[in-house]
């Protein structure tokens, strides 16, 4: 029985090693914030965005994907077109490291051993992790509390990818985030006893957007795409 279960799993772990096609690389691109503080323009990408994405192909129409993504997110409430905030007057700037998993799903077949250019719009979405410092805004000033959180979010993306170069692949998206926060821009202090210089709208969560490309170099055994 048990030479029986490792014949099994070496079995397995061979079909499994040749089914697979994987895809590494990069996203560049820039960011902008969506949230109590600045405008409210749902694609303006006013901050460097910069990081690593890496995809494991499951089908020719869906691949799990993970990503590392560095970026700092602004606001500015003079470059909104809503006047309270003009004259408000509120800044402020945080880095963010940003972790995400999910799933990616094609539109048309993406079957990279076909040996054929090809193209195909796509969704992507999973859950989202940003890590950033905690702020408040005293006398109008951006104040630091000297602690960091991490918001949690949901990406919601659309792209467009082709394999344009032999095996490296190109896409170019646009992915907003929502996240269950509203402590990035400093509306709600995370300490507290702060919570007296809370500001916004209470009921709207932080938002923000990244728009870039990602280039990637996909490697690995031809996949079994075999129906199930």
Same mark, same amino acid.
């Not at 079957?111 to 992507?124: R, V």
């Given at each position: ?14 079909? !499994? ?8 690389? @990069?996203?560049?691109? /820039? ?15 006013? =901050? +460097? ?8 192909? %499951? ?15 602004? *606001?500015?409430?003079?470059?909104? #077109? #809503? +006047? %309270?905030?003009?004259?408000? *007057? ?12 999910? $799933?990616?799903?094609? !539109? $048309? ?9 090809? &193209? ?12 950033? #410092? ?7 000033? =951006? ?6 959180? &991490?918001?949690? *979010? @949901?990406?919601?993306?659309?792209? !467009? ?9 190109? /896409?170019?998206? @646009?992915?907003?985030?929502?996240? !269950? ?8 202090? #995370?300490?507290? &006893?702060?919570?007296?210089? %809370? ?7 932080? &938002? ?11 490697? *690995? ?8």
């Amino acid at each position: 029985m048990r030479h029986l279960t490792i014949l099994i799993f070496s079995v397995l772990s061979i079909n !499994f090693s040749h089914s697979q096609i994987n895809e590494i690389g @990069v996203f560049v691109g /820039g960011s902008n914030f969506i949230g109590d503080v600045g405008a409210t323009d749902y694609i303006s990408p006013n =901050q +460097l965005a910069i990081g690593g994405i890496y995809k494991w192909n %499951r089908s020719k129409r869906h691949s799990y994907r993970a990503s590392v993504i560095f970026t700092e997110l602004e *606001g500015i409430d003079n470059n909104s #077109d #809503d +006047l %309270r905030r003009i004259q408000r *007057g509120y800044e402020f700037n945080t880095k963010i490291t940003e972790i995400s998993a999910g $799933m990616e799903f094609t !539109f $048309m077949d993406f079957n990279l051993h076909s040996g054929e250019k090809l &193209w195909t719009p796509y969704l992507y979405s999973g859950i989202s992790l940003a890590h950033h #410092d905690n702020y408040y805004f005293l006398n109008g000033l =951006q104040t630091p509390e000297n602690s960091s959180s &991490w918001a949690y *979010g @949901v990406p919601i993306t659309l792209g !467009f990818k082709t394999n344009f170069l032999g095996n490296i692949i190109l /896409g170019i998206e @646009v992915s907003a985030r929502y996240t !269950f926060s509203d402590e990035i821009d400093g509306s709600i202090p #995370d300490d507290q &006893w702060r919570q007296q210089y %809370r500001f916004g709208n209470i009921n709207n969560n932080d &938002w923000y957007v990244f728009s870039g490309i990602t280039l990637t170099y996909t490697f *690995g055994e031809n996949p079994c795409f075999c129906v199930e």
